[in-house]
């Protein structure tokens, strides 16, 4: 057992600069830590969070900067870091409100009568919301009641649409939360959902678990771990373009072309992202005079990796892995994917919020943050 006086943390930023990353390292057996911890290098003092979970216990900073090939070397101590608020989480009837250093970011909405769970709104740089609230039947513009903000789903699963709200529609129904953290660096939010058909026959299990991160209020960013399960039969998932793992709404405001659409090859707007393949996927343009946007980043261990994006001008965003006949027809190919009985898949993304666009927001480098992380390791002294 160390004490954490004489526990160093080493970071290593590789070959890409660092800032504001968020970082979290396994600790070696044995290691005994504080909830709380402070990491110190030079007149550096950052916050620290250990959090306990099956797979042990998990350093958790974010990095402030740190020049690409360079290492800094912390001292990890007892007692917090820099003041800050962190993040934090609270329940109410059928909802969690997420606040980052004390000013409302989310509300992670679950009621009952919902067709699935979905974060909304998602606050931005000065207080902005980036993603579309949802508007009353009638009201002008309205259209696609199913576009909640950011949500999970897909549109034919068994043969069940769990995308659209039409009659007959499938369901996500939230089932019960079995972990809630909040603390100086992250909070996270572990959920049991099941998908299920219309006349509420289960399709499928799924444990979802909703990361978000103390990042400065110029960028936000929240990861996204979803684990699908199947119980004694397959569950096929079927082409169409209907549907996607994770899912955005943009606030109007900055549908293509008053904003701009680019993806991690360079496409812009509709015509030339609509069907492509893309490690990431960006959304940018001027909500209330500022200047902002909101991308969603595919890892490389997903299925179909690198993902397809069903984006188009009028503000929605999603990755969708399935709908390949309509994202590329004169291949001849088809997206369907059956799952086995009695198995499991993870999809993993991050939602990341910027100010500017994709450059300014420097969209490329929370990518690799989210990929290809700094090195960090934790040794005891002597």
Same mark, same amino acid.
Not at 68 to 83: C, D, E, L, N, Y
């Given at each position: 057992?160390?004490?954490?006086?004489?526990?160093?943390?080493?970071?290593?930023?590789?070959?890409?600069?660092?800032?504001?990353?968020?970082?979290?390292?396994?600790?070696?057996?044995?290691?005994?830590?504080?909830?709380?911890?402070?990491?110190?290098?030079?007149?550096?003092?950052?916050?620290?969070?250990?959090?306990?979970?099956?797979?042990?216990?998990?350093?958790?900073?974010?990095?402030?900067?740190?020049?690409?090939?360079?290492?800094?070397?912390? $001292?990890?101590?007892?007692?917090?870091?820099?003041?800050?608020?962190?993040?934090?989480?609270?329940?109410?009837?059928?909802?969690?409100?997420?606040?980052?250093?004390?000013?409302?970011?989310?509300? %992670?909405?679950?009621?009952?009568?919902?067709?699935?769970?979905?974060? !909304?709104?998602?606050?931005?740089?000065?207080?902005?919301?980036?993603?579309?609230?949802?508007?009353?039947?009638?009201?002008?513009?309205?259209?696609?009641?199913?576009?909640?903000?950011?949500?999970?789903?897909?549109?034919?699963?068994?043969?069940?649409?769990?995308?659209?709200?039409?009659?007959?529609?499938?369901?996500?129904?939230?089932?019960?939360?079995?972990?809630?953290?909040?603390?100086?660096?992250?909070?996270?939010?572990?959920?049991?959902?099941?998908?299920?058909?219309?006349?509420?026959?289960?399709?499928?299990?799924?444990?979802?678990?909703?990361?978000?991160?103390?990042?400065?209020?110029?960028?936000?960013?929240?990861?996204?771990?979803?684990?699908?399960?199947?119980?004694?039969?397959?569950?096929?998932?079927?082409?169409?373009?209907?549907?996607?793992?994770?899912?955005?709404?943009?606030?109007?405001?900055?549908?293509?072309?008053?904003?701009?659409?680019?993806?991690?090859?360079?496409?812009?707007?509709?015509?030339?992202?609509?069907?492509?393949?893309?490690?990431?996927?960006?959304?940018?343009?001027?909500?209330?005079? =500022?200047?902002?946007?909101?991308?969603?980043?595919?890892?490389?261990?997903?299925?179909?990796?690198?993902?397809?994006?069903?984006? $188009?001008?009028?503000?929605?965003?999603?990755?969708?892995?399935?709908?390949?006949?309509?994202?590329?027809?004169?291949?001849?190919?088809?997206?369907?994917?059956?799952?086995?009985?009695? !198995?499991?898949?993870?999809?993993? %993304?991050?939602?990341?919020?910027?100010?500017?666009?994709?450059?300014?927001? $420097?969209?490329?480098?929370? %990518?690799?943050?989210? =990929?290809?992380?700094?090195?960090?390791?934790?040794?005891?002294?002597?």
């Amino acid at each position: 057992m160390s004490a954490p006086e004489s526990l160093r943390l080493t970071v290593n930023a590789g070959p890409h600069a660092r800032l504001n990353t968020p970082c979290y390292l396994p600790l070696p057996a044995g290691t005994e830590l504080p909830d709380v911890v402070a990491l110190v290098a030079g007149k550096t003092r950052l916050p620290g969070q250990v959090e306990r979970g099956p797979d042990g216990r998990r350093l958790h900073f974010i990095l402030d900067r740190l020049s690409a090939g360079q290492s800094k070397v912390f $001292r990890i101590q007892a007692g917090a870091g820099s003041p800050s608020c962190g993040v934090g989480l609270r329940k109410g009837k059928g909802s969690v409100s997420v606040a980052i250093n004390g000013q409302l970011f989310t509300r %992670y909405l679950h009621q009952p009568d919902l067709a699935r769970p979905y974060l !909304s709104p998602i606050t931005g740089p000065d207080g902005v919301e980036m993603t579309r609230r949802i508007e009353k039947r009638g009201t002008p513009g309205y259209d696609h009641a199913h576009h909640r903000s950011v949500w999970v789903a897909h549109g034919l699963v068994n043969g069940t649409d769990n995308w659209s709200e039409e009659e007959g529609h499938g369901r996500t129904v939230h089932q019960d939360f079995e972990a809630m953290t909040s603390g100086p660096v992250t909070a996270a939010i572990a959920e049991r959902c099941e998908w299920v058909a219309a006349a509420g026959r289960r399709i499928l299990n799924e444990d979802r678990n909703i990361r978000f991160y103390a990042l400065p209020e110029s960028m936000r960013c929240v990861d996204f771990t979803i684990t699908l399960k199947t119980g004694e039969d397959a569950v096929l998932f079927g082409d169409t373009k209907e549907g996607g793992m994770l899912s955005v709404r943009v606030n109007p405001q900055i549908n293509a072309p008053a904003g701009t659409i680019e993806n991690s090859f360079g496409g812009v707007n509709e015509d030339e992202t609509w069907g492509k393949r893309a490690h990431w996927c960006d959304y940018s343009g001027t909500i209330d005079g =500022v200047h902002a946007g909101i991308a969603i980043l595919d890892h490389p261990r997903n299925l179909g990796h690198p993902v397809y994006w069903h984006v $188009r001008n009028y503000g929605l965003m999603t990755a969708n892995p399935f709908g390949v006949s309509h994202f590329e027809p004169e291949s001849g190919k088809r997206g369907d994917w059956v799952m086995p009985a009695q !198995s499991d898949v993870t999809f993993r %993304y991050r939602l990341y919020v910027h100010a500017g666009d994709a450059a300014r927001g $420097r969209v490329r480098e929370a %990518y690799h943050d989210y =990929v290809n992380p700094p090195h960090c390791s934790v040794a005891s002294e002597g």
